[in-house]
């Protein structure tokens, strides 16, 4: 689990989210000042890519492990995921043209809570978080004992 959190925190939360905290630190180093009016359109894109990912990540880990029923309701329920998700970013639009910044500002962070929450769900099994064992004096745990 630590292998995940740590995954996450990097990859996820801090490098996926350059496209909001790069142009404020560079807005603030040459301007000197921060317009608030352009944080909410990057976190709007910024959910919506982690969102994406953690939907298809879903959707292929349960591929494996379900009858045909079972995938269709998977299928349905990311696909009601994706068009919340997607009226999410056309209200963040939206109040972003009207220069509601507040409001766009929190549609965004709703959608990166959301997007935070399936990409985790999705990956909570992942097999490359859990690195093969390997026994105290040496070897894989998963091979059978050889005694001559």
């Known amino acids: 689990m630590k292998l995940q959190s740590t995954y996450f925190c990097v990859a996820v939360i801090f490098m996926g989210s350059i496209g909001i905290w790069l142009p404020i630190g ?3 180093l040459i301007d000197k ?3 608030f009016h352009n944080v909410p ?3 709007t894109t910024y959910f ?4 994406f990912a953690g939907c298809i990540d879903y959707f292929l880990s ?3 492990d379900l009858n045909v029923s079972g995938i269709a309701t998977v299928f349905m329920n ?3 995921l994706i068009l919340v998700s997607f009226l999410l970013v056309i ?3 939206i109040f972003s043209v009207f220069k509601q910044d507040l409001w766009s500002f929190a549609l965004g962070v709703v959608g990166v809570i959301i997007a935070y929450r399936v990409w985790w769900i999705a990956n909570i099994n992942n097999p490359n ?3 093969n064992p390997i026994g105290a004096v040496g070897g894989d745990l998963n091979k059978p004992l050889q005694n001559g």
């Open 33 to 35: 000042k921060v317009t």
């Open 129 to 131: 978080f859990f690195p």
């Open 41 to 43: 359109p990057n976190i």
């Open 78 to 80: 990311l696909i009601v």
């Open 62 to 64: 349960k591929l494996r």
């Open 91 to 93: 209200g963040a639009v």
């Open 26 to 28: 560079i807005e603030a």
């Open 48 to 51: 919506m890519s982690i969102l």
